[in-house]
Every structure is written in C-alpha cells, then in structure tokens.
C-alpha cells in the first residue's frame, strides 16, 4: 500500500504535457496554458501618453510660483497632436491622449486654475519632467516576450493578446476525460428507485470536477457488475480518451471486476491502494498514454481521490507547470479530537477574519457523505493515530479549487 505522496509521484511520472494546437482565442479557452511565446509587434503604448485629465506642460515652465500658461490646443484620447508646445505654452490634455511635441510633464487640472478660455494658472509648485506621463515602451518593447510558454490565460493575459493584435495562438491541448460509474445498484438522476439500489452521484460529480481542472468530460452511461459489458465500455474509449475514470468496483469484493477487465484489455496498474481515507482503494493503470484511474465508489472517496490525484494529472496534461495539489497551514478555528488508522482528509471550511484566513472542520459523516463535502473549499490533513488540536494551532490544509 502507498503513500500518499509515492502514489502522485507515481501518476506524475507517467504524465506529460498533451501536443499543443492552434486556437481561436475568445472566453472558451479561458484557464489553458500558452504552448509558445508571444512577443510584442511595437512598442506598447506606441507614444508618450496622459495618465491624467489636465494640461500638457514644459515642466521647466512650472518652477516660478502661481505660473500663467498660454492654452494652445486640446488634445483628447485617440487624436494626433499637431501643434508643438513652446516656452509658456501648453495643451488641454485628457487622459489616453498623445503628448504633444515639446511637452515633457502633465499637470493634473485639480492643481490647476482657469484664468480665461486661453490661459491656465499651476498651482502644483513640484511639477517635474515624466509626471503623469505614461513614456512610449513603458509596457512593453517591439520583439519583448511578453507572454511566456506556460503562460495561464486569465482575462488579463486575454486582454493582453487582443492589444497585440493576436486573434489565435498555439495552447496546450484540453484532456479529454471518459467519466464511467460502475454498480449493479445504480440509478440515473431522474430514474425512480428501486428496493436495494441508488442514484448516480459519482458521474455527474466526477464530470465537474474534470471540467474544472480544465478537461473535456464525456459520459456514456453506468457499468454494470458483468465482465461482458465492462470490457464493451472500458474498452470502446480506452483508446480514445486522455484519462479514462472509472468509479467503483476496484476494491477486492466478489463484484469488484474492474482490475480484471483492466489487465484483460492490456492496461498495465502501477498501484491498487493508497494509504489515505476516505479512498484506500484506489487504482492507477496505464495503456500506451492513457491514464487510467479506478476510484472508490463511495462518493467523497471519489471526490477526494480525484483533488489529489486526478487533477494534477489533468493540470499536466494540459501544459500546467504546477500540478498541485495547493497545501498551506492556518490556524483551527475550533479545536479537533479525532483518532484515524490512516492519514485523513476531511471536509474543512475557509474562514476570513481580521487576521487572515483560518480553517474550520466541517460536519462530516464519512465517505457516503457527499453532502458533508458540499460547503467544503478545502481538506483538513490529520495523521494517522490520535491527533489532538486546539483552536490557533496550525494545521496543514489542502485548498480545493473554486
């Protein structure tokens, strides 16, 4: 049986980056991961420009108290100065705007005085050459990378690429993922129950989870217990897919025919347990660059087995530097008493207060309790044996993702 940290050594080994592609940028590809570099065509701004509403100045025109300018031009955003500023000389200027010629500072208007339509006092005394100017190349040099491989695309990185210009860019592929529950006992939401059995909570959830780590999730449907349609259903995606997940019947009950199938169509397992709960039975296989995972069929042993070791696999397919999982110590915010046979991760709670953020355990029922893990953001990490912590104490905490 492994440990928790050998096990996602284990799974990260056999892990690499899928082939990148070129895509259309729009809010699909939000979270994917740049596959090249991308290098600024110009100077970004292309020329000095206002960082504030005011007047365009000679900074050297501003030394003497109270100083009175002549108002020469007004310059808004997108308009192309023409007229030059000289000695007592200056220019309406508003934010975004070019500065003009001869121009080397911006007075803001709330330090400044109308004296007429053509003439402005300066009532800032400190005026110095660059102020509120914005100088051309101050975000970024023609030929400068400016978005590096490995970069995450987040709203500012798409802003970014829409000023360059850029309209597709090569990205790390989006794994796909092939979700399939597995029981005799089980139901689809939206079926009535029978005496003995119960609903598909595992795919749907599974599915959200494969999206969220920024995979592509297909399902088709519930396994039974019988070799015959195992061997169907596995095997008809086995090859199609990224990661083929698999939930239930990995364990070593006279139903648990999973492992079985799995040899049959060739798929080499690494590991079948893992010394963790909830999720001791957890299966890890490999056939050719298929990843495959048998999770426990209990549902937060699912849930839990897939944060800390599905989703890094999924973040390092998809061009992740760093698969994760996010660990942190804070504070308890109440004290806990508990005695486990294995290192345990239990729902917890983020609690923002005057002193930052601490941890709080959650009601928790066990494995069966999907519910217990639904307000939970993150995984409180006791160890095995009798572990004692009062409220303050540190805790180790893994952050699930939003």
């Not at 020329?47 to 000679?58: E, H, T």
């Not at 020469?72 to 705007?97: D, K, Q």
């Not at 549902?299 to 973040?315: G, Q, T």
């Amino acid at each position: 049986m492994l440990e928790v940290a050998d096990a996602l050594a284990e799974v990260l080994a056999r892990v690499r980056p899928l082939r990148p592609g070129t895509q259309r940028l729009s809010t699909a590809v939000l979270g994917r991961v740049l596959a090249e570099d991308i290098r600024a065509d110009a100077d970004s701004p292309p020329f000095p420009k206002s960082l504030r509403d005011g007047y365009a100045v000679r900074a050297t025109d501003c030394a003497s108290r109270h100083a009175e300018l002549r108002v020469v031009s007004e310059i808004a955003a997108g308009v192309v100065p023409t007229t030059p500023i000289h000695a007592g000389e200056c220019a309406r200027i508003f934010t975004g705007a070019p500065i003009p010629e001869g121009a080397d500072a911006v007075v803001m208007q709330e330090d400044t005085r109308s004296v007429n339509e053509k003439r402005v006092q300066i009532t800032d005394e400190r005026v110095k050459p660059g102020q509120w100017v914005f100088a051309r190349g101050t975000e970024m040099r023609a030929g400068e990378v400016v978005l590096a491989t490995g970069t995450v695309l987040n709203p500012a990185a798409l802003g970014v690429l829409a000023g360059l210009g850029i309209v597709e860019a090569k990205l790390f592929l989006a794994p796909r993922a092939f979700v399939l529950p597995t029981g005799n006992e089980l139901v689809e939401p939206g079926q009535p129950l029978k005496p003995g059995q119960i609903r598909n909570s595992n795919g749907p959830m599974l599915a959200a989870q494969v999206v969220r780590a920024g995979g592509v999730a297909t399902q088709k449907g519930i396994a039974p217990d019988t070799v015959e349609q195992l061997l169907e259903l596995i095997g008809n995606e086995l090859d199609g897919s990224d990661v083929l997940l698999l939930a239930g019947g990995v364990s070593v009950g006279k139903y648990d025919l999973v492992p079985a199938v799995l040899e049959e169509l060739g798929v080499a397992i690494h590991f079948r347990q893992v010394r963790l709960k909830p999720g001791k039975p957890l299966l890890f296989g490999t056939k050719g660059n298929t990843l495959v995972f048998g999770l426990p069929g209990n549902p937060v042993s699912a849930a839990v087995c897939f944060e800390l070791f599905v989703r890094p696999a999924l973040r390092v397919l998809a061009g992740h530097a760093n698969p994760g999982p996010v660990t942190t110590m804070l504070p308890l915010e109440e004290s806990i008493a508990e005695v486990n046979d294995r290192p345990t991760y239990r729902p917890a709670k983020l609690e923002l207060g005057a002193a930052g953020y601490s941890v709080r355990p959650l009601p928790w029922l066990g494995a069966p309790d999907l519910r217990g893990l639904q307000r939970a953001d993150a995984l409180l990490v006791l160890p095995p044996g009798e572990t004692r912590l009062d409220a303050g104490m540190l805790a180790n905490v893994i952050l699930l993702p939003e």
